[in-house]
């Protein structure tokens, strides 16, 4: 189990882009202010995956477009803000730099911590639902040590060329309601196994709802993105909370 200094808190499905058009940097400025204040109260700052759009880092190389973020963690880590890292669909390959000098510490799958005797199962939630046969497979496909290999050989300027394109092209939060009533009734199911197994809470993203649940033996939070519904959850050591962060303009 891994060890977090207190106030927690998460943060999911930020996809920072590749592109840094006037939109993105409001984004981004909003961001910051969040992370300056965590750097204010102290403690532990998780990101729940999808931290970036996409992120692939070669052997010898890191995309540029980050640059600002990197600075901004490193300032955190100056102040001794514990960054956590959980790696999503959208930035599993990550590499030494993010591992070594970025971050204080990456998961790459699902994991359990114990702080005051409470339990947290935490998730980025990408293949969590039941329906989801097909992305699991392709999950794991794309994950594996074969595909990284095959994809490191591609030069970087068309593998970001791609990249790019992919992000411009893909929406973010388009499920309809009807959706996303299913999406819930699935992660209360899933929490309520946790709960069952002694978790306290469970934290997930991907999905984009930005809501908590009080259920009957634990609380879920499925944090919300960066796109509509800016928020993050914030752990004090006892209890947990959901709270949102501003409104995008």
């Keep these: 189990m891994a060890f977090m200094k207190t106030p927690v808190y998460f943060i999911s499905d930020i996809h920072l882009k590749l592109e840094l058009d006037n939109k993105e940097k409001q984004r981004r400025k909003k961001l910051f202010r969040l992370l300056d204040h965590i ?28 640059n600002d973020f990197y600075q901004k963690a490193l300032e955190l880590k100056s102040k ?31 994991i359990d911590i114990e ?14 639902l039941s329906w989801d046969h097909g992305y699991r ?8 040590k074969t595909f990284t290999r095959l994809f490191t050989w591609l030069h970087p300027s068309i593998s970001y060329k791609l990249a790019r394109f992919i992000s411009r092209s893909g929406k973010h939060n388009t499920h309809d309601e009807s959706f996303n009533k299913d999406v819930r009734r699935e992660l209360k199911k899933n929490a309520n196994k946790r709960f069952d197994e002694g978790f306290d809470f469970m934290i997930t993203g991907h999905y984009h709802l930005g ?39």
Aim: aromatic share 18%; hydrophobic share 40%.
């Design 39 to 66: 750097s204010e109260t102290g403690g532990t700052c998780f990101f729940v995956g999808d931290l970036f759009d996409f992120y692939f880092e070669y052997p010898d190389l890191i995309p540029k477009a980050f």
């Design 80 to 110: 001794k803000i514990d960054l956590h890292f959980l790696a999503g669909n959208h930035d599993y390959w990550v590499g030494d730099f993010i591992k070594e000098e970025i971050m204080d510490k990456v998961y790459l799958d699902d």
């Design 115 to 128: 702080i005051n005797n409470k339990r947290i199962f935490i998730t980025h939630g990408d293949g969590l």
């Design 137 to 144: 497979i392709l999950k794991k496909t794309i994950r594996s």
């Design 211 to 249: 809501e908590l649940f009080n259920l009957d033996k634990g609380k879920l939070a499925v944090l919300g993105d960066w796109f509509f519904r800016p928020s993050y959850a914030i752990f004090d050591g006892e209890e947990l909370v959901l709270k949102n962060w501003e409104t995008i303009e």
